[in-house]
């Protein structure tokens, strides 16, 4: 039977990105202030082999960069701005995954570590990241793999087997034993609003971990925790972690 990997009730997602631009150290430090125990950011990597924490394939939404992530050099990446969406925090860099898992540790947090490939690439980044992890990850804490990408649990499950996994969909499928058994997963995280709790009692039966995202409502969270959810990730975890 699987053993859920648990991270915490509330889970800062891309750390407190409703307060500080998202997937930032800047995030990760406010949302540790704000009483987050574990945090959740995105990784995928630079043209020439170097792993960054950002969501989207490319850089307009959430820098002062153009065209992908991918293509880019670390060097050039390193130069960007990551809080075009916060002008507080219009010096706040574009992170290297580096930088990142040294913060999460220096705040004792847990960490779910959501693999992002530009499709075509989910080798290579996977690979990348387990290298980074492997020379910067030296805490007890809770590490927890995720993605959309079955490529890339595929790549993590051969190259960290220790490292538990989660699958990440929007709708929960019909197969969704095979496919958690397929990754050897711990975890299923999946889209609140499409929570369905006769699918939900019998993974909690098996001894899956069940997280929600994107989840900013407090009454929401209670009725997922309901549901039997484990946690919720949240933009403003500090506010459900105060009203829960």
């Given at each position: 039977?699987?053993?859920?990997?648990?991270?915490?009730?509330?889970?800062?997602?891309?750390?407190?990105?409703?307060?500080?631009?998202?997937?930032?150290?800047?995030?990760?430090?406010?949302?540790a202030e704000q009483g987050a125990?574990?945090?959740?950011?995105?990784?995928?990597?630079?043209?020439?082999?170097?792993?960054?924490?950002?969501?989207?394939?490319?850089?307009?939404?959430?820098?002062?960069?153009?065209?992908?992530?991918?293509?880019h050099n670390a060097s050039d990446?390193?130069?960007?701005?990551?809080?075009?969406?916060?002008?507080?925090?219009?010096?706040?860099?574009?992170?290297?995954?580096?930088?990142?898992?040294?913060?999460?540790?220096?705040?004792?947090?847990?960490?779910?570590?959501?693999?992002?490939?530009?499709?075509?690439?989910?080798?290579?980044?996977?690979?990348?990241?387990?290298?980074?992890?492997?020379?910067?990850?030296?805490?007890?804490?809770?590490?927890?793999?995720?993605?959309?990408?079955?490529?890339?649990?595929?790549?993590?499950?051969?190259?960290?087997?220790?490292?538990?996994?989660?699958?990440?969909?929007?709708?929960?499928?019909?197969?969704?034993?095979?496919?958690?058994?397929?990754?050897?997963?711990?975890?299923?995280?999946?889209?609140?609003?499409?929570?369905?709790?006769?699918?939900?009692?019998?993974?909690?039966?098996?001894?899956?971990?069940?997280?929600?995202?994107?989840?900013?409502?407090?009454?929401?969270?209670?009725?997922?925790?309901?549901?039997?959810?484990?946690?919720?990730?949240?933009?403003?975890?500090?506010?459900?972690?105060?009203?829960?």
């Amino acid at each position: 039977m699987p053993r859920a990997t648990l991270l915490a009730p509330v889970v800062a997602h891309r750390g407190a990105s409703a307060h500080a631009p998202e997937n930032t150290i800047a995030a990760i430090r406010l949302a540790a202030e704000q009483g987050a125990t574990a945090v959740e950011i995105d990784v995928s990597i630079s043209a020439d082999g170097v792993a960054f924490v950002h969501h989207d394939d490319g850089l307009e939404r959430c820098t002062n960069g153009k065209g992908y992530l991918c293509s880019h050099n670390a060097s050039d990446l390193d130069r960007l701005s990551a809080g075009v969406l916060f002008p507080d925090y219009a010096s706040e860099p574009l992170p290297r995954l580096s930088a990142v898992l040294e913060c999460i540790q220096e705040h004792n947090l847990a960490l779910n570590l959501e693999i992002k490939p530009t499709p075509g690439l989910e080798e290579p980044t996977t690979k990348i990241i387990c290298e980074t992890v492997a020379a910067h990850w030296h805490a007890g804490n809770t590490l927890l793999y995720s993605s959309f990408s079955r490529e890339a649990l595929a790549s993590a499950m051969q190259l960290q087997p220790e490292t538990p996994r989660a699958l990440i969909v929007c709708a929960i499928p019909e197969n969704w034993p095979e496919q958690l058994a397929a990754y050897q997963c711990s975890n299923f995280h999946f889209a609140a609003p499409l929570a369905n709790q006769q699918a939900l009692q019998a993974m909690r039966d098996k001894g899956y971990g069940l997280y929600c995202f994107t989840v900013n409502d407090s009454a929401e969270a209670a009725e997922l925790y309901k549901l039997g959810v484990h946690g919720v990730f949240s933009d403003c975890p500090g506010e459900l972690i105060k009203a829960l």
